[in-house]
């Protein structure tokens, strides 16, 4: 019997999963057990819970799987940072993220005590879970992927094709350009300033009116290969207004 664990830690919904020989038997977000809305962290009553649903203990536990591989694209991640200096407070701010994430075997042993955690630990990059997620739970045997996020192992967006059980990523797009965040910057800026609100948002567009296209046009460029790129005036002007958060990588 393989049982697999996946959880989503130290970001806001933080939530966890189990499948048994590849069928899902449970799946629930932190927030359910801890009455805090978006809570981050490491979701060790969400672990518990779905444990118990699978009548298994931790020891039982084939493989954990967690949803940012800390590894990838990291030549990027040093050379922009190299080429642009971000400031050392997010720079230790980014290691301790790291450092909390890479520390699940740790985290296992304290809250789960007696439990001997035998299995392995896989760092899955962030969108290539996104598109799992999806297109392994889909009916299709091929299927055509795309993952648009605020940030995620510092690549914003992802694609390719789904065919079997594999994913082939055919494209990223890599910070600083970003739909997710560009979405959650134009959120606050209209008057809606906590994490999660782009729901709100989202459900009150289809009252609108479309008044604004020209400027957004502006803001956000088309390129010809599909892509996108970000006119990051606009972020710069609004800096004072806009609170921003980096998702992950």
Not at 130 to 138: V, W
Not at 144 to 153: C, E, I, K, R, W
Not at 180 to 200: R, S, V
């Amino acid at each position: 019997m393989t049982i697999v664990v996946g959880i989503n830690a130290f970001h806001g919904d933080s939530s966890a999963c189990i499948l048994r020989d590849g069928r899902l038997v449970a799946a629930v977000e932190e927030e359910r057990f801890r009455r805090v809305k978006h809570w981050a962290g490491f979701p060790s009553q969400s672990i518990a819970y779905c444990l118990k649903e699978a009548g298994a203990t931790l020891s039982d536990v084939t493989h954990l799987a967690i949803n940012q591989d800390p590894h990838a694209h990291l030549l990027r991640k040093i050379t922009y940072t190299l080429l642009h200096r971000p400031s050392l407070r997010f720079i230790a701010d980014r290691m301790r993220n790291k450092g909390m994430r890479m520390g699940v075997p740790e985290l296992l042993a304290r809250e789960f005590p007696g439990q001997n955690f035998r299995g392995q630990v896989h760092a899955i990059e962030h969108h290539l879970a996104h598109l799992a997620s999806a297109f392994y739970a889909s009916p299709f045997e091929e299927a055509s992927v795309v993952s648009v996020d605020g940030f995620g192992d510092f690549a914003s967006t992802a694609w390719g094709v789904g065919s079997g059980t594999t994913i082939d990523l055919r494209g990223r797009i890599f910070f600083p350009h970003s739909l997710g965040t560009f979405y959650q910057a134009i959120t606050q800026f209209i008057g809606f300033p906590n994490y999660g609100d782009e729901y709100k948002v989202m459900g009150l567009a289809p009252y609108g009116r479309d008044v604004w296209r020209r400027q957004m046009e502006q803001i956000v460029r088309l390129r010809e290969d599909g892509g996108f790129e970000l006119d990051l005036r606009f972020f710069r002007h609004h800096n004072e207004k806009v609170d921003y958060e980096w998702d992950g990588g």
